[in-house]
């Protein structure tokens, strides 16, 4: 069985049910076809950050971007840090 995606227009149509409208998680859950801890989770994502709630594929949140570029520095600056320690050890070793 394949796992099924849904867009974000969907998605924010559905918890605009739950939410707006009043529409049970339980009964709006049945009417759409879906589990209904899946549509607790998407009101809940909606809940907590509203304009960057179901970002889509292949995009990040602000928050999540920031960390992978971070992550990246940081792996540049580990390389560069091991080759000036290789460097360091070969120019000492050449002096003695």
Known sequence: MQRRKFSREFKLEAVKLVRDRGVAVAQAARDLDLHENVLRKW??????????????????????????????????????????????????????
């Open 43 to 96: 009101v809940r994502e909606a809940e907590a950050d509203p304009r960057s709630a179901f970002p889509g594929n292949g995009q990040m949140k602000p928050e999540n971007q920031e960390i992978e570029r971070l992550r990246r520095e940081l792996a540049r600056m580990k390389a560069e840090r091991d080759i000036l320690k290789k460097a360091a050890a070969y120019f000492a070793r050449d002096s003695i």
